[in-house]
């Protein structure tokens, strides 16, 4: 596109193809703008389809839950354990989407009278899901059911211990595998049994589907004397999940976030009111605060804190326990940054060495596991191409790795540990999970590298950015912005739409902060655009754009719109520039 075929990033650009008889045809039906006609078609939206897309609601898009193989089991279970007073507990990751989803259960098992045991495991001692020591914890402490969130589905082990001492496990998650675990009811769209099509759920999502299924056996059972509960309470919880765990925001995760960020804007959960002060923001929310602001809090006591301080802070009830934890969290995401970029500086410099490979492995003693997975991510982004991250400590090494579309990354790190030069692994599609001893680096680097030869296409596409659409700077308005946003709420399987403002002067480049570049991007009409380049003082494409200044390129970004000095304004969230002329 404008003759770029490599940009001062290195990608190619590609303008998506517009059907403009159709664009009409979908504007009128719908009467909308022309440009979010445009866009929706580029996403595959027809006229049929474009109502439920721009207005996703629970009432229209949630799936019956019974469709997810052996939820009837697990509904009747959880019945038969909650008619005979049985104490359930509630076995949880420590991420985002595993505490949301353990707060999930709590809160309704809590109001309809039977109130869990929450557990997390430590992330540093007990590592990631179930282990036999723990589910035999559990039974000693009375519980008669264990219910697994964001895990177990790969816990082969510590479910056959927990059935053969007499413990029922009912597993609710959403990672594949190849193995079915000994649980007594497998609730997950991803295992092979299953056929409801709900693979793009998160956890969350899974357990919210398994508690509308319980609410309606409870009622069925006559259970309810007065109101039953509300499920649309938890809806924040749902929302926050989606967005965080990045599944596609495609069918019901659209009506999810949308509804989740309308309840979390009331703010009457006190963890996350807590979280918002602290934080320092107020609503009106966007998926952006969910992925950028709470999530990385919550996220930090499984990383470099208490792994349970997620759990506890969603379902605290006392305000000031809730400021407590709040600021525990908050405190552990500070230290959480300030490992995480000496661990970048390390792992960029591994990159770097790496780069006619199709994939960066990038592995030192000492790293803190808790922060790899998120080294793994800034890599990926940083080169396009997948990121395998480890820290070793004791003859282990523990580590992440983030992908690209068009690679399953959870399959390759099953397959490897399957081969034997893993130690252990597991994921999905986008994000995966690994275990390794020193000598198995070069085995787990081969192994890759004999698979990664059929995955050109996939690595191709990724080092192409893809425009939805060309805009001038006088035309980049707040009205726009406001047209484009009805295509959200935006993230994985729906991206924020790329624009590219063609051959423009940059009448100012300098850094701001300490690697962002702020730009002045000024038209042939005279119509002026702000923009900001996060995170690429240092970057190949930020030192092109420092040298530009005065001269004409080519610009594309993300257009957002704020508030500065009691006035609108637009500015552009620069992805990438290439020069306008040879």
């Known amino acids: 596109m404008f003759g770029v075929a490599r940009s001062f990033s290195g990608r190619r650009w590609h303008l998506a193809e517009s059907d403009e008889d159709a664009a009409r045809a979908l504007a009128l039906k719908h009467h909308l703008p022309g440009v979010l006609a445009r866009l929706l078609l580029g996403r595959g939206i027809s006229a049929d389809m474009a109502a439920d897309y721009l207005n996703p609601t629970i009432k229209r898009l949630l799936p019956e839950p019974l469709t997810l193989a052996e939820m009837d ?11 005979a007073g049985e104490r359930i507990a509630v076995f949880g990751d420590y991420d985002v989407d595993g505490s949301c989803s353990a707060a999930l259960l709590y809160d309704f098992l809590s109001t309809v009278g039977a109130r869990p045991r929450i557990y997390i495991p430590d992330r540093m001692t007990e590592g990631y899901g179930p282990s036999a020591q723990a589910m035999l914890r559990l039974k000693e402490e009375g519980a008669g059911l264990v219910i697994t969130v964001d895990c177990g589905a790969g816990a082969v082990e510590a479910l056959a211990a927990a059935r053969d001492a007499g413990l029922d496990v009912i597993v609710l998650d959403h990672h594949a595998v190849e ?6 009811a497998h609730v997950n769209a991803n295992r092979a049994k299953d056929t409801s099509g709900l693979g793009h759920l ?13 609410n309606r056996a409870l009622r069925d059972a006559g259970r309810y004397s007065e109101a039953e509960p509300d499920l649309r309470a938890y809806l924040d919880l749902v929302g926050l999940a989606t967005v965080c765990d990045v599944v596609p925001l495609i069918g019901v995760n659209r009506a999810f976030v949308q509804a989740g960020l309308a309840k979390l804007a009331k703010l009457d959960r006190p963890g996350l009111a807590a979280l918002t002060r602290i934080a320092g923001v107020t609503p009106p929310f966007t998926p952006y605060h969910l992925g950028f602001v709470f999530g990385p809090r919550i996220n930090a006591g499984g990383r470099v804190g208490r792994c349970g301080l997620g759990a506890d802070l969603l379902t605290a009830t006392d305000i000031s326990a809730a400021e407590g934890f709040a600021a525990a969290l908050d405190t552990h995401n500070r230290e959480r940054q300030v490992i995480e970029q000496l661990i970048l500086e390390d792992a960029m410099a591994q990159a770097v060495l790496q780069d006619n490979a199709p994939f960066l492995f990038a592995a030192a003693e000492g790293w803190h596991p808790g922060v790899v997975g998120i080294v793994a991510g800034r890599l990926k982004e940083r080169f396009a191409k997948p990121a395998f991250v480890a820290g070793f400590e004791g003859g282990l090494g523990r580590g992440s790795a983030r992908s690209v579309a068009g690679i399953d990354i959870g399959a390759l790190v099953r397959g490897a540990r399957d081969a034997g030069v893993l130690e252990a692994g597991g994921g999905h599609a986008m994000a995966a999970g690994f275990s390794l001893h020193p000598e198995q680096t070069e085995p787990f680097r081969r192994y890759l590298a004999e698979r990664f030869t059929k995955f050109d296409g996939a690595l191709a596409d990724a080092a192409t950015l893809a425009l939805d659409g ?28 790329v624009l590219a403002v063609p051959d423009v002067q940059l009448v100012f480049a ?31 494409l930020g030192k092109a ?17 704020d508030e500065w000095n009691g006035r609108q304004r637009v500015q552009l969230h620069l992805e990438d520039a290439a020069p306008a002329s040879a």
């Open 510 to 540: 300098d850094i701001v902060g300490k690697d962002h570049v702020r730009l002045r991007l000024v038209g042939g009409d005279g119509g002026r655009l702000d923009a900001i380049a996060f995170r690429t003082a240092d970057t190949n």
């Open 73 to 83: 089991k697990a509904i009747a279970r959880t019945l038969a354990a909650l008619v």
């Open 545 to 561: 754009l420092l040298d530009a200044r005065g001269k004409r390129i080519h610009a594309a970004g993300r257009l957002r719109a």
């Open 470 to 497: 060309v805009v001038s700077p006088a035309g980049a308005t707040p009205s726009l912005v406001q047209d484009i946003a009805r295509a959200g709420p935006f993230g994985a399987g729906n991206a924020e739409p």
């Open 179 to 184: 193995k079915e675990p000994p649980a007594f």
């Open 202 to 214: 998160c956890a969350a999502g899974v357990v919210f589907l398994f508690l509308v299924a319980l």
